[in-house]
């Protein structure tokens, strides 16, 4: 077929009606209707009902397989049974999570069950978040200098960045927890303290100042 005259010639693609005599490139196509009873989709609805009822058979048949579960330490656990729907049962179903996972803070306690954290500044120093809080106080150990008599981390302004834990020179704070930060009703109780931080402390086996001969003694003979 043609327009003014030119010739009308049919490429792959909608059927070419006619060409402009101006712009060759500009032409009417017909684009071809699926007819009426195609129009209803319901062959596309059963083909998708298909697909559901066939995942829906796979997750009630096929063999399960286990899933490890985890303890709020982390520590693996429990071997639990479930199939392969994506749908996790929290909070009786947890994923596993990746060992280096960063969970709420605890502060590492010493053998006498003290706080550990000699409040050195280090980590509200380096918080990217200014999310710490420490007030210093004397420490009543002749070997301590300080200790944190507030110690305060503001969860809901925490980018778990993990920065803190790895500026702290005695291993007096981790985020090794597994523990998510818990939903709060009210700003307030998302600020983590020294008491709950400590509550979820366990003694550090770290030695206090590192090997070695402390430095008093190196001062006073600097040949040990
Ligand atoms: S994890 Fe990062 S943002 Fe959170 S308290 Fe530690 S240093 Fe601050
Ligand atoms: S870096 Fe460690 S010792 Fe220093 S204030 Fe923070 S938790 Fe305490």
């Known amino acids: 077929m043609?327009?003014?005259?030119?010739?009308?010639?049919?490429?792959?693609?909608?059927?070419?009606?006619?060409?402009?005599?101006?712009?060759?490139?500009?032409?009417?196509?017909?684009?071809?209707?699926?007819?009426?009873?195609?129009?209803?989709?319901?062959?596309?609805?059963?083909?998708?009902?298909?697909?559901?009822?066939?995942?829906?058979?796979k997750n009630l048949f096929l063999p399960l397989r286990k899933l490890t579960t985890r303890a709020k330490t982390g520590a693996a656990v429990a071997e639990k049974r479930r199939n392969d729907i994506e749908t996790v049962q929290y909070p009786e179903e947890k994923v596993v999570y990746p060992e280096r996972f960063r969970g709420l803070h605890r502060l590492m306690l010493r053998d006498d069950g003290a706080v550990r954290?000699?409040?050195?500044?280090?980590?509200?120093?380096?918080?990217?978040?200014?999310?710490?809080?420490i007030v210093p106080e004397e420490s009543d150990s002749k070997s301590i200098e300080k200790r944190p008599a507030i110690f305060e981390i503001d969860e809901l302004r925490c980018v778990v960045c993990g920065l803190c834990v790895e500026a702290c020179p005695c291993d007096a704070i981790r985020m090794d927890t597994g523990e998510h930060a818990h939903p709060v009703e009210d700003r307030a109780n998302a600020i983590e303290t020294k008491e709950s931080m400590m509550a979820r402390g366990i003694k550090s086996i770290a030695k206090q100042g590192g090997e070695g001969p402390n430095w008093q003694s190196t001062a006073k003979n600097p040949q040990r």
């Open 2 to 57: 043609s327009d003014h005259g030119h010739h009308v010639e049919q490429t792959v693609g909608p059927k070419i009606i006619a060409v402009s005599a101006v712009h060759p490139r500009v032409r009417t196509i017909q684009i071809e209707r699926p007819e009426d009873e195609d129009t209803t989709f319901v062959a596309a609805t059963a083909k998708g009902l298909g697909i559901t009822i066939k995942h829906f058979a």
């Open 117 to 133: 954290c000699v409040a050195c500044m280090c980590c509200p120093t380096v918080c990217p978040a200014h999310c710490i809080t």
